[in-house]
């Protein structure tokens, strides 16, 4: 069964760190691009971090840039998310994806494998 299978979030405090793992089950992900997403309550999903299959040039959207890193592990078939300097408005369910295309970028609906689902929760 293929699967994305994410870890790590939980709490933090403003201004913590927290990094995301998620990790490719059943398959390779050497040629998919693949994405971090996040919805808050009531927030449509939007796309945080992108990173494309050649680990070329990667998406930030401008409320994580410099904050957020985005990297890929092709010998452990993961992808990390590091988030660093939090915020209370980065409180969301954090979801990793992947485009077997290897389009990726931030629309949603290109990827076709979608993680779990974390919760990162930031307070004062």
């Known amino acids: 069964e293929v699967q994305l299978v994410q870890s790590g979030g939980g709490e933090a405090q403003d201004g913590g760190s927290l990094t995301l793992s998620c990790a490719g089950v059943?398959?390779?992900?050497?040629?998919?691009?693949l994405g971090w997403f996040r919805q808050a309550p009531g927030k449509e999903r939007e796309a945080v971090s992108c990173?494309?299959?050649?680990?070329?040039?990667?998406y930030y959207s401008d409320s994580v840039k410099g904050r957020f890193h985005i990297s890929r592990d092709k010998a452990k078939n993961t992808v990390y998310l590091r988030m660093n300097s939090l915020r209370s408005e980065d409180t969301a369910v954090y979801y990793c994806?992947?485009?077997?295309?290897?389009?990726?970028?931030?629309?949603?609906?290109?990827?076709?494998?979608w993680g779990q689902g974390t919760q990162v929760t930031v307070s004062a």
């Open positions: 990173i494309s299959s050649d680990n070329g040039p990667s």
């Open positions: 059943g398959f390779t992900f050497a040629d998919l691009s």
């Open positions: 994806a992947g485009d077997r295309h290897g389009i990726g970028g931030r629309p949603a609906h290109r990827y076709d494998y």
